[in-house]
């Protein structure tokens, strides 16, 4: 078969109208991996690993694994990083809302073009600061879910600036550890955190510079990038090792400081692929309504990065609150909602309270579904604590896909998921795609996979698995 890349556009186009032959698709990636093929054609081949008609397909033959062996070998051979990836996203889907937030009821939409342009903005501005700078810099990015911390923490993923989210929540000791122990240069933070921690930022190292998120400094931050030659910038992307840590994730731990995990470019692009194999209807039709940290695992990994890799919306909550995020069911119309069981809890709650003396008719249990939720609600997952298994299956009964895993940070976040249309009262359901598990002798859990992190950063002889 002649591969180039509107061969390739052919069988993407034929998977968007839900046409898909996996015999061809399978016979095009081990060509493609046998022969001296273009990088940009890998690239386009690995286009289709987003498609709901492709991964549906795949999982129905039974060939998930095959599948993501192949493609494993696929962002190896091509060095497929995240930069391509959301480069890629940036151009099939440019018109298309990537971000959405809210404010007095009304959403401001911010598409994927938009969005790769102030990429490109905030990597020349780094890339001049780089210059300037002996030493290599590492970004740290204290904040509360934003979308200029969003779009920080984007552009050191995409162009290789090292990135340290640091916990909005953490403690002035754990702060003032995490900066020095991961030797950040450059601190991105709001207002709020920076009025209330300034004295801990001020004493923690005289060389730290710290870019204020508002308007005023990032303005100056983003103007010392205006004479940065554009094509330098985007020469970053293919720069990248699929083994550089891209990004330091400090978790509490139950003792001691924190642990700095690492992760790298394959780790975060490869649980994106084997993410959407368990998943395997979600698309660039649906919008995530978000609320969950972004310096966490399933915040930063799962709604983020997961949005941009489905070509999907990804809404900023107005705030944490229950109250607040009520309102913005209504006025994002969510198919996928990601949360803690409390939530869910009391999203059952309030829908009992409108149908509660009709909870034996299907049609008013679901209309009222539709009044709290906004009436798109398709998918949800429940994570980080136990859910009662009848809120679970009040929602399996009513058409919404409620899930619930298991993960932890040194995986990427996810590890299992139960699968769709499957719920099993008290499981967390079985292993996702690519991910190797077992009991050791003293009842430890093991992980190995290419998504999960090797090690604990300044501690490199030391795996962040049990088995390595």
């Known amino acids: 078969m002649d591969l180039n890349r509107e061969t390739i556009q052919k069988y993407i186009d034929q998977a968007e109208n839900n046409v898909v032959d996996v015999d061809i698709l399978f016979e095009i990636a081990n060509q493609l991996l046998q022969e001296d093929a273009e990088r940009k054609s890998i690239h386009a081949f690995l286009d289709l690993g987003h498609l709901p008609a492709v991964n549906t397909n795949i999982a129905e033959n039974n060939l998930v694994d095959d599948w993501l062996d192949l493609l494993i070998k696929l962002i190896d051979k091509s060095k497929y990083s995240f930069g391509h990836l959301f480069y890629n996203r940036s151009r099939r889907y440019k018109h ?10 009304k959403v401001g939409n911010h598409t994927y073009e938009d969005i790769w342009d102030e990429l490109l ?4 501005a780094l890339t001049h600061i780089e210059k300037s700078n002996p030493k290599q810099i590492r970004i740290g990015i204290l904040t509360h879910n ?3 911390g969003a779009i920080v923490d984007l552009t050191c993923l995409s162009f290789h600036f090292p990135v340290v989210p640091i916990p909005a929540n953490a403690t002035n000791n754990d702060i003032h550890f995490i900066i020095k122990h991961s030797g950040i240069t450059h601190l991105f933070i709001d207002n709020e955190l920076k009025a209330e921690l300034n004295s801990i930022l001020l004493s923690t190292s005289k060389d730290l510079n710290i870019i204020n998120l508002n308007n005023n400094e990032w303005n100056a931050f983003i103007d010392q990038g205006q004479n940065t030659d554009p094509l330098n910038v985007l020469k970053r992307i293919g720069r990248v090792q699929m083994d550089d840590v891209a990004t330091i994730m400090y978790t509490s731990g139950t003792t001691g400081e924190p642990k700095g995990i690492t992760f790298t470019q394959k ?4 649980k994106r692929f084997a993410r959407a194999l368990a998943l395997t209807k979600l698309g660039p039709s649906d919008s995530f309504l978000c609320y969950l940290p972004l310096y966490h695992t399933f915040g930063r990994f799962l709604e983020l990065q997961g949005s941009i890799f489905w070509g999907a919306s990804y809404a900023f909550a107005e705030n944490t609150s229950f109250k607040t995020l009520r309102k913005n069911f209504l006025v994002i119309k969510p198919s996928v909602f990601i949360s803690v069981p409390k939530r869910w809890t009391q999203l059952y709650e309030i829908i009992h309270s409108l149908a509660a003396d009709h909870l034996e008719q299907d049609r008013i249990v679901r209309k009222a579904i539709k009044k709290v939720t906004g009436g798109n609600l398709k998918w949800g997952l429940s994570a980080a604590g136990y859910l009662d298994p009848d809120i679970f299956q009040f929602f399996q009964n009513n058409d919404i896909q409620l899930l619930s895993g298991y993960g932890m940070t040194e995986a990427t976040g996810g590890i299992t998921l139960t699968s769709p249309d499957k719920y099993v009262v008290d499981s967390v359901g079985q292993k996702l795609p690519g991910i190797e598990l077992r ?9 190995k996979g290419p998504y999960i992190s090797a090690f604990y950063y300044a501690d490199p002889l030391t795996p962040s698995t049990d088995d390595g």
């Open 121 to 124: 903005k905030t990597a020349g």
């Open 146 to 148: 934003c979308l200029r």
């Open 439 to 447: 009991i050791s002798d003293e009842g430890e859990l093991l992980l």
């Open 267 to 270: 780790n975060m692009v490869v």
């Open 96 to 105: 298309q809302p990537l971000f959405q937030e809210i404010h007095n009821g």
